[in-house]
């Protein structure tokens, strides 16, 4: 069986106003010694798991790697190939895709080289936007210029595989704004587009002030629901009529350019996380490290799992998983595997939201009516109820 490797980095160098993750703004004299824990942990994890009487996977072939965030390009590249070096000496490995998740500030024809040689062969960077004053709003530290020396310094350096990302509902976004960042993006022709549409967590600041009816952060400048599910629905036309496909909620890729790592998410196989905050999933059970650095890396020091949450999944659970992780892949799910699988008859609750317009069957397969992308969460939520 195979499995994916994700390594959480929660440093970033501004905290952009839309985003709750457990991430933050932290010192540079704490990056090293964070990926040094990282090492460690990778160094001990068959006992951690053991231990903590986590499942093992035996004869786990580790095909994919995925370093993510925060911003993990603001790591030495030498602590970045120190990681993926300890995965490769701790987990029978066939990598066919070593994701790195970079802002396009950060990057340099010096940091470029270093990852390739390290074996990075795929860069996602958060592109968000090509105008400035959405950018700027949304506290994001690069510019519209920054994005195009990014894509030209990693075509130089030699990646082929480069994933960007829009989002669509940022504030000051416009029709016309956002129809201009879609263009700029498809023409720098990267292997892989996500889009976005923007989440509005209470827990961050924009959304706080959103709460509160209040115009920092540009929050009184937000488009509507309905702009912005015509942005999504206007870039998917677009980037099909470019020869992308469309292949997951927020994913699209020209052909055999897929993420295979977040496949993994989406079809419940394996996937093994480090570093603070990181979820891993074993087929049976699902657990996250803490998402404090300093007590992950505490923890970690002491030669112990930095584990904080530990879940078996119930029957009932991975039944609700297959169901909304795998609608959300556009090909749809084999609903009669399913339903043999767990004992389970969907059919009278499909047939409702088939006839509703929010599922569809297509060539044997179920899933989202093509129209009802953009209210996924809603049609999850009726069909699991
Ligand atoms: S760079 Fe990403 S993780 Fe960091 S604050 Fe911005 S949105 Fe959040």
Not at 22 to 38: E, I, K, M
Not at 80 to 107: G, M, N, S, Y
């Amino acid at each position: 069986m195979t499995a994916g490797i994700y390594v959480q980095v929660p440093f970033c160098q501004t905290k952009c106003t839309y985003c709750n993750f457990h991430t933050g703004v932290f010192s540079h004299d704490l990056y090293a010694p964070y990926a040094n824990a990282v090492v460690r942990e990778v160094a001990d994890y068959p006992r951690l798991l053991r231990e903590n009487k986590i499942q093992e996977i035996p004869d786990a072939l580790v095909d994919t790697a995925y370093v993510g965030g925060g911003t993990p390009s603001l790591l030495d590249p030498n602590a970045l190939r120190a990681i993926l070096d300890a995965i490769r000496a701790r987990f029978q490995h066939k990598l066919v895709e070593v994701t790195l998740e970079a802002d396009p500030e950060t990057i340099t024809p010096e940091k470029a080289a270093a990852w390739l040689e390290a074996g990075f062969d795929r860069i996602s960077m958060g592109a968000q936007s090509f105008h400035d004053n959405e950018l700027k709003a949304a506290g994001r530290m690069h510019r519209r210029e920054d994005i195009f020396n990014a894509i030209r310094i990693l075509r130089a350096s030699g990646f082929q595989k480069i994933s960007a990302d829009l989002i669509a509902g940022l504030p000051h976004q416009t029709d016309a704004t956002w129809n201009d960042s879609v263009a700029e993006l498809l023409a720098l022709r990267p292997e892989h587009i996500s889009i976005y549409l923007m989440e509005i967590d209470e827990g961050s600041r924009l959304g706080l002030e959103v709460l509160n009816n209040g115009t920092k952060y540009s929050a009184s400048a937000l488009p509507t629901d309905d702009a912005m599910a015509g942005f999504y629905e206007r870039a998917g036309a677009h980037l099909a009529a470019a020869g992308y496909t469309h292949y997951e909620i927020s994913n699209w890729a020209l052909p055999g350019f897929e993420s295979l790592h977040n496949l993994k998410y989406w079809r419940r196989e394996p996937y093994f996380g480090l570093g603070a905050g990181a979820h891993s999933f074993n087929g049976a059970q699902r657990w996250a490290n803490a998402h404090d650095p300093a007590a992950y890396e505490t923890t970690i020091a002491q030669g112990r799992f930095a584990v904080e949450q530990l879940q078996t999944v119930t029957r009932e659970q991975a039944l609700e998983e297959e169901l909304f992780l795998g609608l959300r892949q556009l090909a749809g799910i084999d609903l009669a595997e399913i339903e043999t699988r767990y004992g389970a008859n969907l059919g009278p609750r499909v047939e409702e939201l088939r006839a509703q317009g929010l599922l569809e069957w297509h060539g044997g397969l179920l899933r989202l009516a093509p129209g009802r992308l953009t209210v996924s969460n809603e049609v999850f939520v009726n069909l699991l109820e």
